[in-house]
């Protein structure tokens, strides 16, 4: 059994594919064979052996997805290197902070925006010593050693008589050794670096492909989009390593502005994103559909109903019958097939995680023939803890845990309080140069605590009810989980996101982003004049409309939960505005922050 993720990296070149990783050059996709793949990554590792790097330095990525990403983290893997992945997102002063806090001595750098970022701050990375640049121009003085990618390729094939010694460096690895630094997206306090081994990434790829392969059915020539960030772990398993250890081609999406380009030229088989990514493309569907007249809104409504009747037999595996099955296929005819084309056509499997998917656009992609499966897990547990199998998918429900058992323990258990733990072999060694903070997050028994409230339902199959750091306390004592509410509210067709609030006050109210079209083409037909989305979304009957629609979630909440006030923003909130982490995930304290004022005013004085 492959146990590393240098062996993996051997062991896969054996699918000698003509386009194993692929990039948008110019106006096409440039693909890079195994062969090429397997000569960059040795004359690397050669190169970087030869400037004296050794086991256990650290080598900090800033960069986009591209495949000098992969080319650079297999070649880490092979020397014994620990690579230490940063979003490309982030700001200098959330950069220098893992430079400095992992040690990095080697820095691999994409632009000159990046290096913008890390010149800013060069007094605070005492430690780092070179950096590697791709795209960016080396700077004529510096007080960091430079080098390009270009010169190391150089350097590496000048010891072309020494790349059988790369392969030997990969069987001296270990699954006990560190692989990688993943520090956590720190939507409180100071982001952790979690310390995953070569063993804690491996068998959890295993394991997934374990329980994933039957609904997958990898083919040769399938292709994967990568959409995520590798920096996220999400993508580096799932995406980068599993994609990679199944033989399917990597094509690099150019950006998510690009995306629905990018599935139409790529044309692939799996993609893995979170679940705002599928919200955007079913929100465009849905936006093209609505906006051109009364039959056109009324045939995307029959096919929605249509979706919604037949896909509980599809979640089970099962075709519908008679009356049924001939309404999906006359609402396939007329709507899905068109859609299902602007995916490129061959999609087959996607999977989704990080938050929950609204259980309507999941019911819609299943129905139109592209599935998507719900998982869960964290940085610190490499990442997937649970995933839906193949006829046995219930939405609202994250799927069963990938193991059963690990060491005659249940891999995934709940703690009294509801808390998820895991005891398996993907948990992490660790954060880094933090003690106390590991300490912390492993009970006596040396379960793993997820931070994560959830139930089993008779089936084994897990559901995520909330996060025990968010929930909200109000005066009254009652104690809410926001997420839930969340998701009820951003399912409805004029809401596009939402945040509540209301810790330690009488009553809950809620910031939200309104579906600006929708909204738009609303106020056109009640014929409300307005120069810009900040003027539409202050107008009172806007604000009205938008209520309405909450009281619709209001109907089916306890007093308690429901949104008693609203405040409406004319922007989206993004992880380029600080409002999301680069997973997308809400940064509650930013957002308290930053509309400090905003909610303020939604609980005055006496109320």
Not at 520 to 535: G, P, S, V, Y
């Amino acid at each position: 059994m492959v146990q590393t993720i240098a062996e993996m990296f051997y062991e896969t070149l054996r699918f000698d594919l003509p386009d194993a990783l692929a990039s948008k050059i110019g106006k096409a996709y440039v693909p890079i064979s195994h062969r090429e793949l397997q000569a960059r990554v040795e004359r690397l590792a050669l190169a970087l052996h030869a400037r004296g790097m050794r086991v256990g330095d650290r080598v900090a990525f800033l960069a986009e997805n591209r495949p000098e990403w992969a080319i650079a983290d297999f070649t880490c893997a092979i020397l014994g290197l620990v690579s230490v992945p940063i979003y490309h997102t982030l700001t200098p002063d959330q950069s220098a902070y893992i430079i400095q806090h992992s040690g990095a001595r080697w820095l691999l750098l994409s632009t000159n925006a990046q290096l913008a970022k890390v010149k800013a701050t060069w007094d605070r990375l005492p430690e780092l010593e070179t950096v590697l640049v791709l795209d960016a121009a080396v700077p004529l003085e510096a007080p960091k050693a430079f080098v390009t990618w270009d010169q190391l390729q150089t350097e590496g094939a000048e010891l072309e008589a020494r790349r059988p010694e790369v392969r030997a460096w990969a069987k001296e690895r270990t699954p006990e050794d560190l692989l990688t630094l993943i520090y956590t997206s720190g939507t409180t306090g100071d982001p952790k670096g979690a310390m995953l081994s070569h063993g804690n990434l491996m068998s959890n790829i295993l394991d997934t492909v374990e329980v994933a392969v039957a609904a997958l059915r990898p083919e040769r020539g399938d292709r994967c989009l990568s959409v995520l960030p590798i920096s996220h772990v999400f993508e580096r398993t799932g995406g980068h390593y599993t994609m990679f250890y199944l033989g399917i081609a990597i094509y690099y999406a150019e950006s998510l502005i690009s995306l629905p380009a990018n599935l139409l030229e790529v044309q692939p088989v799996v993609l893995m994103a979170v679940p705002r990514i599928f919200e955007k493309i079913y929100a465009r569907v849905r936006d093209m559909a609505t906006s051109g007249g009364l039959l056109k809104r009324m045939a995307f409504g029959w096919a929605s109903s249509t979706c919604h009747r037949a896909v509980r037999h599809l979640y089970l595996n099962r075709q519908p019958r008679g009356l049924l099955r001939l309404q999906l296929e006359l609402a396939d005819r007329i709507l899905l097939s068109k859609i299902r084309e602007k995916t490129g056509g061959r999609l087959r499997f996607c999977v989704t995680g990080g938050s929950a998917l609204n259980p309507r656009i999941m019911e819609f992609f299943w129905a139109m023939g592209v599935p998507i499966y719900e998982g869960y897990g964290l940085t610190e547990t490499s990442p997937i803890l649970t995933l839906n199998r193949l006829g046995k998918v219930r939405p609202g429900y994250v799927g069963n845990p990938i193991l059963r058992q690990y060491k005659d323990r249940p891999f995934l258990k709940l703690a009294p309080d509801g808390e998820i733990l895991c005891a398996g072999p993907n948990v992490m060694q660790g954060y880094w140069r933090d003690e106390e903070a590991t300490r912390d997050v492993f009970d006596s028994d040396g379960y793993f605590l997820t931070g994560d409230v959830g139930e089993f339902d008779r089936l084994g199959r897990v559901k995520i009810t909330d996060r025990k750091k968010e929930i909200i306390v109000t005066n009254a004592g009652k104690n809410v989980a926001p997420q839930p509410i969340e998701n009820a509210l951003r399912a409805d067709d004029y809401i596009e996101q939402a945040v509540l609030v209301g810790d330690h006050k009488n009553y809950l109210a809620a910031i939200i982003v309104p579906h600006l079209p929708a909204l738009r083409e609303w106020c056109q037909r009640k014929h409300l004049a307005f120069a810009d989305d900040a003027e539409m979304v202050a107008h009172p009957k806007v604000h009205t409309k938008i209520m309405t629609r909450v009281n619709r979630v209001n109907a089916h909440l306890p007093n308690y939960e429901k949104v008693r006030k609203i405040a409406l923003l004319d922007r989206e909130m993004t992880a380029e505005n600080g409002l999301l982490t680069p997973s997308l995930k809400v940064r509650r304290r930013v957002v308290n922050e930053v509309y400090r004022d905003t909610i303020a005013a939604l609980f005055p004085v006496g109320d």
